[in-house]
């Protein structure tokens, strides 16, 4: 590891993109320094160490087996694959010992409550993550990132709600939107305050996150924090198609995200609402001040990279405290490697304690801790409180 410290890229700039290659990694190692403050309208970026041996063979592996069978899929996306058999299968996974978790029942979803070992019950009286899973709004549920979000309970001290939200090809991104919104709700019933809830996500789960929270906010609502995991921020393909890192990525290719984009607009369709097809919901597009604070942690080696950036220069722009951290030669949600990716550990243990901070100094500016040897701090602001008195919103079994 190297010593020097650089910043990498003041994204407010003009032009500043057009600075960076491909992968963060070919120009800086080591990690560099961000401070960022409310209103400030730049970002800069955070650029972690070098993947370890571990970090390099995760990547290998989803480069020799996903990106092939996403390839595959690609060319044949309207098959009826067995879509729910990948959370499925996940159920073989043994949680880990001495979590607990519980089966939340919403209008037209489950949800699961998860806590991990000796963190306290969600009672409403201290903080919770609400949190949407990836998968590109196809696969993938509260089996498939158990690990992962037990992991994170573990480091934000922290209940997390992880939604089974409606997925494509039967439903659309906005019956999503509307299932994470009952799961928001749920936890408003329980005694949460907007100001002790961050939405959490990985992949589309980052799509999702952004997006509840401008509709959120539309409501009044601010929520503590969002926290985002090599997120999915834009529809639109034709700028992760020409991005440099469609060669580098160990999952997508060009094709995968043209017939991503189908999928959704065909699912659009289907769904009428007032009579009229679903518009498709470009959360980049709704960015306003009042967002709340950000951060964002993304591979040096994905295409979503150009999601990261683009959504990090947005939110700085509108005065929204954004934070990006890129971790070099990484795979895509490098995190739910925690078991075997150090960086993955580490990845979680910063987000942990970003979200600590978020929700525990309402009054004071937070701060982002690294975990390593040469890593420095950033600043982000809280949120006001705006708390429903407790209730039960909907029928739920188990008790977490």
């Not at 919104?181 to 996500?201: F, K, M, S």
């Not at 604070?293 to 405290?321: C, F, Y």
């Not at 979680?348 to 890593?375: F, M, W």
Request: aromatic share 6%; glycine share 8%.
């Amino acid at each position: 590891m190297q010593n020097a410290q650089r910043t990498l890229t003041e994204l407010s700039r003009p032009g500043g993109l057009a600075a960076v290659g491909a992968d963060v990694a070919a120009a800086h190692r080591g990690t560099s320094i961000m401070v960022d403050e409310r209103g400030s309208g730049m970002v800069r970026e955070v650029v972690e160490d070098d993947p370890s041996v571990a970090g390099r063979l995760a990547w290998l592996s989803a480069r020799l087996t996903i990106r092939p069978a996403l390839a595959v899929g690609s060319h044949l996306a309207n098959a009826p694959w067995p879509w729910g058999l990948i959370d499925f299968a996940a159920r073989a996974v043994m949680p880990a010992p001495g979590s607990v978790r519980a089966t939340v029942r919403l209008p037209h979803c489950t949800a699961r409550l998860v806590r991990a070992t000796g963190v306290l019950p969600a009672d409403g009286t201290r903080r919770v993550v609400l949190y949407m899973h990836g998968g590109g709004f196809l696969t993938c549920g509260a089996n498939t990132h158990d690990r992962l979000v037990t992991t994170l309970s573990t480091y934000a001290d922290s209940p997390v709600l992880v939604m089974n939200y409606r997925m494509l090809p039967r439903h659309s991104i906005g019956e999503a939107i509307d299932d994470c919104y009952d799961g928001y709700r749920w936890l408003r019933g329980r005694g949460y305050g907007p100001d002790q809830i961050v939405v959490a996500g990985d992949s589309a789960g980052g799509y999702l996150s952004l997006a509840l929270a401008e509709r959120l906010l539309n409501e009044g609502e601010q929520l503590a924090a969002i926290v985002c995991m090599s997120p999915l921020m834009q529809i639109a393909k034709a700028s992760k198609q020409a991005h440099p890192n469609i060669r580098s990525d160990a999952m997508f290719s060009a094709k995968a995200f043209d017939a991503f984009v189908d999928l959704i607009a065909k699912a659009a369709q289907r769904h009428i609402m007032d009579g009229r097809p679903e518009e498709i919901y470009e959360p980049l597009d709704h960015i306003e001040a009042g967002l709340p604070p950000t951060l964002i942690h993304v591979s040096g080696s994905e295409v979503l990279l150009h999601d990261a950036r683009l959504a990090a220069r947005r939110l700085a722009a509108a005065g929204v405290a954004v934070q990006l951290r890129v971790w070099p030669g990484q795979m895509h949600v490098f995190q739910i490697a925690a078991l075997m990716v150090p960086e993955a550990d580490r990845s979680l243990r910063q987000i942990g304690n970003y979200i600590r901070e978020a929700t525990d100094r309402k009054a004071t500016p937070p701060v982002v801790q690294g975990y390593h040897r040469g890593s420095r701090r950033g600043v982000i602001a809280g949120a006001a409180s705006n708390r429903l008195p407790p209730s039960t919103i909907h029928r739920r079994t188990g008790a977490c």
